[in-house]
Every structure is written in C-alpha cells, then in structure tokens.
C-alpha cells in the first residue's frame, strides 16, 4: 500500500479540524522577554465554542487515524522492499510477466491470421 494517499487525507483532515477550531476562537496571548532569559514567558489562552468543538476535534481525530495508517503503509512499503532490487512499488518482475503475456498473445494472433508478423 502506498502511502501518499492517507497523508494527503491526514493533513486535509488535520488542517481543516484546526481552522474550525482556531477559527472559532476566542482568547488573549501575551509575551514577557526579560534578562536573565529565564525569566521570559509566553502565555496563550483561547476558548472555542459551539459545534466547531466536537466537529473540530472530530477532524483531528479522523486525520490522526490517516496518519497513523500513513506511517504503517510507509513501514510495511520500506520492509518489503528489502528483499527486492529496489522500492516496493517498483516490480521488474511484473513488467517481465506483462512482456511474456504481450508476446504470447502477439503470437497467438499471428497464428489465427488475425494479425501479420513483423
């Protein structure tokens, strides 16, 4: 299984659960930089409120499921190339067979008449 598709899901589902969240915001934010650096902060705060919440987290929750189904189809295409010449997706083996069946069939033809040799 490839693995661009469920990404590509992932972060749709994960952009737009954070825009209803972020857009449906309320809050403050506020920075002190101060010497020594130790004594620097950063305070957020920001509520939500109405149906961006559960549809909002809804989203997060679905395009964390694609990501996580993204990451497993990337771990399993990398394990079973190993064994290969190269990528999982990439199959010398599948285009020697395809080759052989185009041949035969070629031949077939020829010797039904239904086509001329070369």
Same mark, same amino acid.
């Given at each position: 299984m490839r693995a661009d598709r469920p990404l590509i899901g992932a972060v749709l589902f994960l952009a737009?659960?954070?825009?209803? &969240?972020?857009?449906?915001?309320?809050?403050?934010?506020?920075?002190?930089?101060g010497f020594p650096v130790s004594g620097s902060s950063l305070q957020v705060a920001f509520s939500t409120y109405g149906p961006a919440v559960p549809g909002g987290l809804a989203l997060i929750a679905i395009g964390l499921l694609f990501l996580i189904v993204a990451?497993?189809?990337?771990?399993?295409?990398? &394990?079973?190339g190993i064994g290969g010449t190269g990528p999982a997706w990439y199959a010398p083996r599948r285009r020697e067979r395809e080759q052989l069946l185009n041949r035969q069939q070629r031949e077939e033809r020829v010797e039904a008449g239904r086509e001329f040799p070369e």
């Amino acid at each position: 299984m490839r693995a661009d598709r469920p990404l590509i899901g992932a972060v749709l589902f994960l952009a737009v659960g954070l825009a209803l &969240i972020f857009g449906y915001c309320t809050g403050t934010t506020g920075m002190n930089i101060g010497f020594p650096v130790s004594g620097s902060s950063l305070q957020v705060a920001f509520s939500t409120y109405g149906p961006a919440v559960p549809g909002g987290l809804a989203l997060i929750a679905i395009g964390l499921l694609f990501l996580i189904v993204a990451i497993l189809a990337a771990v399993v295409g990398e &394990i079973a190339g190993i064994g290969g010449t190269g990528p999982a997706w990439y199959a010398p083996r599948r285009r020697e067979r395809e080759q052989l069946l185009n041949r035969q069939q070629r031949e077939e033809r020829v010797e039904a008449g239904r086509e001329f040799p070369e």
